[in-house]
């Protein structure tokens, strides 16, 4: 860290203050911890707090969830908009968790739209968040649903993402996390390294019969063949599921698919093909 930014520091800030911002920022800390402060000034837990709280007032830190917060840079300029990578921050705001749904399919260049919100799936009850201008909605799943992910490196953090196959389950669990049904039809239609022996699995995994019905009738009517099909027929539920929950009642009951079409197939080939 150069003298300048050691000067910008502390201005305005009391010298403990600005020691812990500057000893952390020189490691190139980012997400720091109440307990970071207290080893960086070797201070108590509550003196730590205390100068996170007023850093926090002086906008040197914005506070993720309680006992963590985010570094704001000089860089960042007087406005203090800065933002660490999206995905890192979600890690940060529920435990555990994995990015999911949207995002995943953008991360996994599924799609073509680029998502303002940030969707991930967790086991806890973690409430919407927007931190600079970026939402980030987590989603609740069961505990047998919280699977078919990996850690990827970020930046010098490692974050949980959905597999390919999972974040297609994922969509096809809950549509209205990933744009609706069309963004789930794109999403099957460009993923072109698709393990189907790993999709069938996460389906039957995942006990949601309505997502089955999705991605076979998606994969039939784009011609998308793949092994374990019949499996996964056996398996559709007796009820009507409407195929895309963001959309109205309205449409046509299919016996076959025990679905109800209220999105038209030759919308759901528009988009595909890139009409729409």
């Avoid at 705001?93 to 995943?104: F, G, N, Q, R």
């Avoid at 039939?220 to 009507?240: H, M, Q, S």
Wanted: glycine share 8%.
């Amino acid at each position: 860290m150069g003298t300048n930014s050691i000067k910008s520091i502390k201005q305005g800030l009391s010298k403990q203050e600005a020691l812990a911002l500057t000893r952390l920022a020189s490691q190139n800390r980012t997400i720091i911890t109440i307990e970071d402060i207290q080893d960086a000034v070797d201070v108590s837990y509550n003196g730590a707090k205390k100068i996170a709280n007023n850093l926090v007032h002086k906008k040197w830190l914005d506070r993720l969830t309680s006992g963590t917060y985010l570094i704001v840079p000089l860089a960042a300029g007087e406005t203090g908009e800065y933002t660490e990578h999206e995905f890192v921050i979600a890690s940060h705001l529920a435990e555990p968790m994995y990015i999911s749904y949207w995002s995943a399919l953008d991360y996994h260049g599924l799609t073509e739209q680029v998502p303002t919100t940030v969707f991930a799936a967790t086991t806890d009850q973690a409430p919407t968040r927007e931190i600079h201008g970026v939402t980030y909605t987590f989603v609740t799943v069961t505990e047998a649903k919280f699977f078919g992910f990996e850690p990827v490196a970020i930046d010098a953090h490692t974050v949980n993402i959905a597999t390919v196959e999972k974040t297609l389950v994922d969509c096809a669990d809950h549509p209205e996390y990933c744009g609706g049904i069309l963004e789930l039809a794109k999403g099957l239609a460009n993923a072109t390294d698709l393990n189907d022996e790993t999709l069938v699995e996460q389906l039957l995994d995942l006990g949601n019969g309505a997502a089955i019905k999705r991605i076979v009738y998606l994969t039939d009517i784009l011609d998308i063949g793949f092994e374990g099909r019949e499996k996964l027929v056996e398996e559709f539920t007796t009820g009507y599921s409407k195929l895309d929950p963001t959309q109205g009642d309205e449409g046509t009951h299919s016996r076959e698919y025990r679905l109800i079409l209220n999105v038209t197939e030759d919308t759901i080939r528009k988009a595909v093909s890139g009409g729409m």
